[in-house]
């Protein structure tokens, strides 16, 4: 029995450092080989360079047509009457009430202590 223990440990302990040399060997051959060079020939010439005038400073304002009085349309659209929230002694029923638009008495008694 001790000889089948030295050799199933001395089996682990080559074939341990015979893998370690082995992803050694694989790095450096990753590191080691030359990258192919690649040149891409292209159809088309590539567009000529185009230079842009220079900024000039100060911009000139643009110009803009001129807006008649009569051309404006004004509409006036009615806004909602804004409601003061209640004091926060009062505010139990309104809070039922206005959760009780979106859930059923039932539910609302599971999920709010009254």
Known sequence: ???SIIFILSFIV???????F???????QVLLAPEP????KSATPPPPVVE????RY??????????E????EVTVTPVAKVESLPVLDDSDSAMQEAFG?????AKLADIFIF
Do not use: N
């Open 58 to 67: 100060p911009v000139p304002e643009p110009v803009l047509p001129p807006v």
């Open 101 to 105: 638009r979106f859930y059923a008495p």
């Open 52 to 55: 842009e005038e220079p900024i």
């Open 14 to 20: 080559v074939t341990g450092v015979a893998y370690y």
């Open 69 to 72: 009085e009569e051309q404006m």
């Open 37 to 40: 060079a690649v040149q891409i």
């Open 1 to 3: 029995m001790d000889k």
């Open 22 to 28: 082995w992803q050694e060997h694989q790095a450096s």
